[in-house]
């Protein structure tokens, strides 16, 4: 069985953010858009899907480093049985004079013995029978849950504006059906979503669909963490004067204000116009102010030949 922490190249006191950095790496090395002639590099990144799955939750992960679920998800086998012992032999076991024994506790405890207490005498339970296996108050004693069938790893390209604003995606599934998706707070590229019973069916049931969000770049928005960025272009009367302009956000467009004597570079903020967080809430728009001049003005051009206040060094505080 795969362990989860050698899939993703790390080391077990890893923290979140070194098991997401990881994960991150792999799944775009091992994507299967950029792999789409290598079957092999499809199965290990569902394998490091798998892992990262498992270890980005805290209880799973718990659970798995105390030896309780293996690095499927699955119970491990109660006892130690299972394997683990030196040639094969389930840890803990040492042959028995009288038979067969295990050492619990270091105390070596006849087989035999042990059944004899456990299934003689009243509350109904029985002794271990043939083919059918251990029976009445044993309950299925060391029954292995039958696994589910494997998960199925999707891509989906979201627009940029639809990222910012968790505009519902639909994407079709290999089976030809159609699933609305509520984008999560937060989301970016990379963010993985899962649908549970929507993979390959298996004896325990259909694995899930994962799907990998990649979020396409836009042609004037860029992203800063929450906050998303533009620049603006302004006219130079625009600049001088001040006024209102219009400005584009991801959702509509909205009235700026335009302080008077506004320079190329300065900053202008629009609250909650940026992406959802996770915590709550959105980020900000970060409107950077760009001053347009006409080029081959004349009228332009000779006023500032004849302006006083065209001389002066504005990079003077630079040094230069």
Not at 93 to 109: D, I, K, M
């Amino acid at each position: 069985m795969a362990d989860p922490y050698q899939t993703l190249g790390i080391e077990r006191t890893a923290d979140d953010a070194a098991i997401k950095k990881a994960y991150r790496k792999l799944a775009k090395e091992l994507h299967p858009d950029r792999n789409k002639d290598n079957p092999k590099a499809s199965e290990r990144f569902s394998k490091v899907t798998n892992a990262y799955d498992l270890l980005s939750d805290h209880d799973k992960r718990a659970r798995f480093d105390r030896g309780e679920i293996d690095g499927d998800g699955n119970p491990a086998a109660p006892f130690g049985f299972g394997g683990g012992g030196p040639g094969g032999r389930p840890s803990g076991f040492r042959p028995g004079a009288g038979g067969q024994s295990f050492e619990f506790g270091g105390e070596n405890v006849d087989v035999s013995d042990l059944f004899e207490g456990l299934f003689s005498g009243g509350g109904g339970a029985q002794r271990p029978g043939g083919a059918g296996g251990f029976s009445g108050g044993f309950g299925g004693f060391g029954r292995r849950p039958q696994p589910k069938g494997a998960n199925i790893a999707y891509s989906l390209k979201v627009p940029f504006t639809d990222a910012a604003t968790q505009a519902p995606q639909r994407i079709t599934l290999g089976d030809g059906s159609a699933v609305d998706l509520k984008l999560p707070a937060g989301v970016e590229s990379g963010t993985q979503m899962r649908l549970a019973g929507k993979g390959e069916p298996g004896p325990g049931g259909a694995g899930d669909a994962l799907i990998t969000i990649e979020v396409a770049p836009h042609r004037f928005f860029t992203r800063d963490g929450d906050d998303i960025r533009v620049e603006l272009p302004i006219t130079l009367a625009e600049a001088v004067l001040g006024g209102k302009v219009r400005a584009p956000t991801v959702e509509n467009a909205v009235m700026l204000t335009v302080p008077k004597g506004a320079t190329s570079g300065r900053t202008l903020r629009l609250k909650g116009k940026g992406f959802s967080k996770k915590g709550g809430g959105r980020g900000d728009q970060l409107v950077t102010l760009m001053v347009d001049l006409p080029a081959g003005d004349a009228e332009l051009t000779r006023f500032v030949e004849g302006w006083s206040g065209a001389g002066g060094n504005p990079r003077a505080s630079l040094g230069v």
